[in-house]
């Protein structure tokens, strides 16, 4: 390492550039590089599932390509260029063949997407949507035809759903759990989603799993067949059966892992000068796959990497389901927190409240015109870092 070495962010997300969006507010002049496996391009990655709701297609989503950014916030932008190794005691990052030294090194690579193993001569229609590249190979993918299937209930699933068919198209959404969202809403919100997505014309295949996608006879489209039996016709398949924080390479570099790439609430890794964020990040036992959580991540960096080493203090971050069918949002309770739901419900209006057992609230879940209160009911509820 020399002291020239640049200060190395990998992952053009969300993650790298608030990142160094934060870090330009304090520092104007210390050499950046970037490095993404990808084109470089801004995005809001939840804009993804909002395309035909909105209007706009993979170049619609489009914030800002990589020269502008470049320009933006002065910082040098390496596209197309993966990572293949982290070499911690020489500060020095391998691009394949080549090696690049950095002052300091963030990792803000995101995460992998889970693949199921599925049977079939149909695998090629069945596609995962994680990041703008991804959607615009969907959407090119989707030209011409009318049916999507798609694998997984969860808020992913669901918000797909709720585009698609907001979009004029027949959606089937095949799932193993008894209801949507299982490990996010009470039972009552998720049964309210659940209602108005079919309302909205949405066909749920709940309580079994897709096993075998494949080709059809006249070869326009796929036919699934289900743990329970049923087939079912489609032109694409969507998986959004969940993510899996990116940690081989941090592994293999020797940095402790768990579920994610573990880190301190200064976003230190194992490793001298090498931090992580984002979706890759397991920050203090927490792995949060959303916004709020890697903008705070992303301030607190900033300032460590000027050298005012600070810590991240999550405040109460609520997340909003994207099913305009079914406004939804929810701030669930710190995992393992003593309590129970407290419901009041009218129809798909859902209003749950967990509580602990000396009546604070800990959590909640509101559906419908109950989605307004959203805002008042996170100030009761306290931060994760107090
Ligand atoms: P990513 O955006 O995945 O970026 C990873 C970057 O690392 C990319 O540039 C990639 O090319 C690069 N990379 C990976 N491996 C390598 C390598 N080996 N070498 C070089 N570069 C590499 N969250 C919310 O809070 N609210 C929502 O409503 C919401 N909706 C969502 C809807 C969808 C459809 C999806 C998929 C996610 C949604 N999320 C939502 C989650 C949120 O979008 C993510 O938490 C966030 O975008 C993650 O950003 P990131 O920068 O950490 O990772």
Redesign the pocket.
Same mark, same amino acid.
């Given at each position: 390492m020399t002291n020239q070495a640049p200060i190395v962010i990998?992952?053009? &997300?969300?993650?790298?550039y608030s990142l160094v969006r934060e870090f330009r507010k304090l520092d104007k002049d210390t050499p950046v590089v970037m490095?993404?496996?990808?084109d470089g391009v801004s995005y809001s990655?939840?804009m993804?599932?909002t395309g035909f709701t909105k209007d706009k297609d993979a170049q619609g989503l489009a914030q800002a390509d990589t020269e502008a950014m470049a320009e933006q916030l002065g910082v040098e932008i390496r596209t197309y260029?993966?990572?293949t190794g982290i070499d911690t005691g020489k500060h020095e990052l391998v691009l394949g063949d080549e090696r690049l030294g950095y002052s300091k090194l963030v990792l803000?690579? &995101?995460?992998d997407v889970i693949r199921l193993g599925l049977a079939g001569n149909g695998l090629d229609r069945v596609h995962s949507?994680?990041?703008l590249l991804d959607y615009r190979a969907f959407r090119k993918a989707l030209e011409g035809g009318k049916r999507v299937a798609i694998m997984g209930a969860g808020l992913?699933g669901c918000?797909f759903a709720n585009d698609l068919r907001n979009g004029g198209y027949e959606v089937d959404v095949v799932a193993p759990d008894a209801t949507v969202m299982p490990s996010l809403l009470p039972e009552p919100a998720a049964e309210a989603v659940r209602h108005e997505l079919t309302e909205l014309g949405v066909r749920f295949h709940l309580g079994t799993v897709v096993e075998r996608v494949d080709e059809d006879e006249d070869g326009d489209g796929v036919r699934l067949t289900l743990g329970n039996g049923e087939t079912l016709q489609a032109d694409l398949v969507i998986s959004a059966v969940g993510l899996r924080p990116?940690t081989e390479?941090a592994k293999a570099a020797e940095l402790d892992t768990g579920r994610g790439i573990q880190v301190n609430r200064a976003l230190e890794t194992s490793a001298e000068d090498v931090y992580a964020l &984002?979706?890759?990040a397991e920050v203090d036992g927490q792995v949060l796959?959303?916004?709020?959580p890697?903008m705070a991540c992303a301030r607190a960096l900033a300032k460590t990497l000027t050298g005012e080493r600070t810590e991240v203090r999550y405040g109460t971050m609520p997340?909003?389901v994207?099913t305009p069918c079914c406004p939804t949002a929810v701030c669930p309770p710190p995992v393992g927190a003593e309590g129970n739901w407290q419901i009041e419900q009218e129809a798909s209006d859902v209003k749950a409240l967990f509580k602990s057992p000396d009546g604070e609230t800990l959590g909640f879940a509101v559906t419908g015109r109950f989605a307004v209160e959203k805002q008042a009911l996170a100030r009761e509820v306290p931060p994760l870092h107090q």
């Open positions: 990998v992952g053009t &997300g969300l993650s790298g490095v993404t496996a990808d990655k939840p993804l599932s260029t993966t990572v803000a690579w &995101g995460a949507i994680n990041d992913i918000e990116r390479l &984002g979706d890759c796959l959303y916004v709020l890697l997340i909003m994207k």
